[in-house]
């Protein structure tokens, strides 16, 4: 198994163009900055004068008393408000605002201090010369969009515009701190003078003033530094805090937010280690940033990773992370961080100016959260420019959510995490291209999340483990989980939620306790086990109510199938089917991409059917459109959803080639790659195989032409993989590494001979007397009382593969030598094959009068059968169901019940 290597661990997700940024202190001047007198024009955009605190002592201090705390700080007084005896300061040079205000509270004789607030005129927009530019903000349609496609910034900003109080740390490529648009924004570290080559703060890092370079593109040396040099990070930047109503640029998302500037990807933004990642991660930790905005990822889990932003979500920090540009479902192929499995994440995909879900994000119901404006969106740029005509990807989408989560935050310092991602979630505009696509179903609206309302619950439904991804195929009698996010503006803990099925099947409980298969307790996501047991496209349906609050109702479509086992046959005769000279060129002329062929039929596999597959240019076959990893491994792998390799290897350009031969019902697809060579070895021998698909049966076949590539290592498979695969949990493997494949060599792949497989589905109905008997009642286990003649009580019978016999037996006490109960030694025997007529009666096998069935198939192979006890004597007694097929017990259910003989 010998690849690539990859030199691109991690990489920023904007689709065309790459780069980094962050940013610093609410408002303010940061010290040993050269300043001035502050004019109008350079106080535009700041939350609060540079200069000034304003402060009260408290009753009865002394003038004397007063006048020492002031000169001992080193402000100026200014003036005295008589009426209230507040006082004015000018703080002194090197002195933040912020400083001065935490020294005076300290003072015992302060009663408050505080700085002194700059107000603006309520405008329904900013000043900022480009805001026209900024669609995902606020949408009129000026770039040909549709109006009110955005997050409704400007009524947001009507309730609450300034989020001086939250850190933001922008992890990414850097930020330009000395941009025109940026520096009111900047996060400054209040303990450090830059510079000085000093470590101020014994935070272990030197000159930390705007925060920290940790990419080790540079020999692993580490820097003081975060000046982007590549342009995605100061983009990203802009997008959350750029200055706002300074009539300058763009403005951003949450007003004065504080950019803390973390740099980790180079400046190519093609490489970036999860180590330094890590690093920067728990540097935003330490230093006390609120939201990080993470515009970046890639296909690796790393546990590691996973650890430290758990860390850093245990701390407080919400991790908000872009979804991926690859046109992907992270439900299927997991992209990281943004999937993994923390209630601190948040995953964005991207829309565009119409609202539809951009054509190169990433979706995924279980996995990505929201979906957030990220096509063409006008930022800052490194050098006091600005950009967005090329700027487009998930990492555009990711700050729009990160500024919202400062601005949620801003309006409730006291909140957690947990409740400013509850606000966000709970409140986005439902949008037709995200529904079944992301969990929430919408796009960000900023405004809703500042005006949530607490009195009503959200809830979204999602499948859970078990489920096949992507297309939610659960198999029947597995165990599968159901999930949902619930909120009142905060998770909602204290909720009862229920799953209900179409089916009618039982309802499902939903817990969130953390007790498996909760995850965690309190997060808000409440999960329960569901065993179905009906086939077919079953609408699950999740409520959730709560005392003093509106109830909430989401669903989705759960498609249950028979599960089916494949096995393989490599005695097969080699029966090579050429194509090249008569069959369609895919025309797949890539690396490690794939492309589509569309089917005449439809095509089944492990129980689900396909019209279209995805043939890869590294020897494999998918019914998802995702690529095929150049570096091959085991199968299952986890890189893949359904998957049938043939030459899993790292190929170089083959030609790929498809025909359909035969007529209806017998026909096959024929997937040929022709003369591929080997991506390390190029001028090696060529090799060539194909992949037989059949109509109808499902079956598969391999066969492999020339697989000698003129090295030992490589020859006859032996760094390929060969198999096939329904899941990243279920496959087929016929070799890994191996040289199991020679020249003429050929396998077949089909669904394994099936056993007789009959699934029980128990109601016990009331008392009737007759047909029918009355509604279905309870739930398994079945232990009604007061069971006697005349009582009707009615099972369901599912046989889905074969014929086989269906065994009853009524018994005191089932297993045991002592079996002395009316009529208990006699089994009761029904053929099960789909033709018993409707409303057909019939004493089957026992004592005459013992035992009285009712068969109803009307639905195919399922039987509705209504058993009416005869004979019994008082006790408990047990039921007995078994699928038989001689020799062998293929399943078998017992049901205890309390017999009382009615007079």
Aim: charged share 15%.
């Amino acid at each position: 198994m010998l690849g690539r290597q990859s030199l691109v661990p991690i990489v920023p997700l904007l689709c065309v163009v790459v780069g980094p940024a962050l940013a610093a202190p609410g408002g303010e001047v940061p010290p040993g900055r050269p300043r001035g007198r502050p004019t109008r024009g350079s106080l535009a955009g700041l939350a609060y004068h540079p200069e000034h605190v304003l402060v009260k002592f408290r009753p009865g201090v002394s003038k004397a008393v007063f006048e020492g705390a002031i000169a001992a700080a080193g402000h100026t007084h200014i003036r005295t408000y008589r009426r209230t005896g507040v006082h004015l300061l000018r703080v002194p040079s090197g002195t933040s605002v912020k400083q001065a205000v935490a020294e005076l509270t300290k003072d015992p004789a302060v009663l408050y201090a505080e700085p002194d607030y700059i107000v603006r005129i309520r405008q329904p927009l900013p000043d900022d010369t480009q805001f026209a530019n900024q669609w995902g903000l606020h949408n009129t349609g000026q770039t040909g969009g549709t109006p009110d496609a955005d997050i409704d910034a400007p009524e947001a900003w009507q309730t609450q515009a300034d989020a001086c109080s939250v850190v933001v740390a922008v992890i990414d490529t850097g930020v330009d701190y000395l941009h025109e648009d940026l520096t009111c924004t900047m996060w400054t570290n209040p303990g450090e003078t830059p510079s000085n080559d000093i470590d101020d703060d014994g935070n272990g890092y030197v000159d930390d003033y705007y925060g920290y370079d940790f990419c080790s593109s540079d020999d692993a040396v580490w820097d003081p530094d975060p000046m982007d040099d590549n342009d995605h990070g100061t983009h990203v930047a802009g997008t959350i805090a750029a200055c706002t109503n300074n009539a300058t640029g763009v403005a951003g998302v949450a007003p004065c937010a504080q950019i803390m500037a973390l740099k980790f990807i180079d400046w190519s933004g093609l490489f970036g280690l999860t180590s330094d990642a890590i690093a920067a991660l728990e540097y935003a930790t330490a230093m006390g940033a609120d939201v990080t905005n993470n515009s970046w990822g890639g296909d690796g889990y790393s546990q590691a990773m996973r650890d430290a932003i758990a860390d850093a979500g245990a701390a407080g920090l919400l991790f908000v992370a872009a979804a991926g540009n690859f046109s992907m479902n992270n439900d299927v192929v997991p992209g990281y961080p943004a999937s993994y499995d923390l209630p601190s994440i948040i995953s964005v995909a991207a829309t565009d100016h119409n609202d539809d879900l951009a054509s190169f994000s990433h979706w995924g119901l279980s996995s990505v959260d929201l979906g957030a404006p990220g096509v063409e969106i006008w930022s800052t740029l490194p050098g006091n420019s600005y950009g967005g005509s090329i700027w487009s990807g998930t990492s555009m989408a990711s700050p729009h959510v990160a500024g919202a989560a400062a601005l949620v935050w801003a309006e409730g310092p006291s909140q957690t995490h947990e409740c400013v991602k509850a606000r966000i979630l709970g409140t986005v505009d439902p949008v037709s291209s995200l529904d079944g696509k992301v969990l929430t179903g919408g796009r960000l609206n900023l405004n809703e999340a500042l005006g949530c309302d607490a009195t009503a619950l959200q809830a979204f439904a999602a499948p859970g483990p078990g489920f096949l991804p992507g297309t939610w195929t659960a198999s029947v009698n597995e165990p599968v989980v159901i999930t949902a996010y619930v909120t009142d503006c905060c998770p909602a803990s204290g909720a009862s939620v229920t799953a209900s099925f179409g089916s009618g099947e039982p309802d499902a409980a939903l817990l969130d306790d953390g007790a498996a298969p909760d995850a965690y307790a309190g997060d808000g996501l409440y999960s329960g086990e569901w065993v179905p047991m009906v086939v077919g496209s079953v609408p699950v349906t999740v409520t959730a109510t709560e005392a003093g609050h509106s109830s909430a109702v989401a669903a989705f479509t759960a498609e249950v199938i028979v599960p089916v086992a494949y096995t393989y046959d490599d005695t097969v005769p080699f029966a090579w089917e050429e194509i090249s000279g008569t069959g369609t060129d895919l025309g797949l002329y890539c690396d490690d991409c794939s492309l589509p062929i569309s089917l005449p039929f439809d095509f089944p596999f492990y129980g689900a059917n396909y019209s279209e597959v995805w043939a890869n240019d590294n020897g494999g076959l998918s019914f998802e459109g995702y690529p095929l990893a150049y570096e091959n491994g085991p199968i299952p792998t986890t890189s893949m959803n359904t998957l049938i390799a043939p030459f899993w290897e790292d190929l170089f350009l083959p030609i790929v080639y498809y025909e359909i031969r035969g007529t209806a019902p017998d026909r096959r697809l024929i997937v040929q790659w022709q003369d591929a060579e080997h991506y390390l070895l190029m001028l090696g021998n060529p090799v060539t195989f194909q992949a037989i698909l059949y109509e109808g049966t499902g079956e598969i076949k391999f066969q492999y032409l020339d697989t000698y590539f003129g090295d030992s290592f490589y020859n006859y498979g032996a760094s390929a993989t060969v198999g096939i695969q329904q899941s990243a949990e279920n496959g087929l493997q016929y070799s890994q590494d191996s040289p199991a494949v020679p020249n003429g060599a050929a396998i077949l792949f089909g669904p394994a001979v099936v056993l007789p497989q009959i699934l029980l589905e128990v109601h016990p109905n009331e008392r009737g007397q007759g047909p029918g008997g009355g509604p279905k009642l309870g739930a398994m286990p079945w232990q009604p009382s007061g069971l006697g003649p005349g009582g009707w009580y009615k099972f369901k019978v599912y046989e889905f593969e074969g014929s086989a016999d269906l065994w009853i037996q009524v018994c005191a006490q089932c297993f045991s030598s002592s079996q002395n109960a009316v009529g208990e030694a006699d089994r009761l025997k029904l053929k099960i094959d789909g033709t018993v007529p409707n409303d057909t009666w019939g004493i089957m096998s026992g004592p005459a009068g013992s035992y009285q069935w009712h068969g109803d198939a009307d639905i195919g192979n399922r039987l509705t059968l209504e058993f009416r006890p005869a004979g019994l004597v008082a006790g408990t007694h047990r039921i007995v169901f078994s699928a038989d097929e001689t020799p062998v017990i293929w399943w078998v259910r017992v049901y205890d019940l309390t017999e009382t003989v009615l007079q």
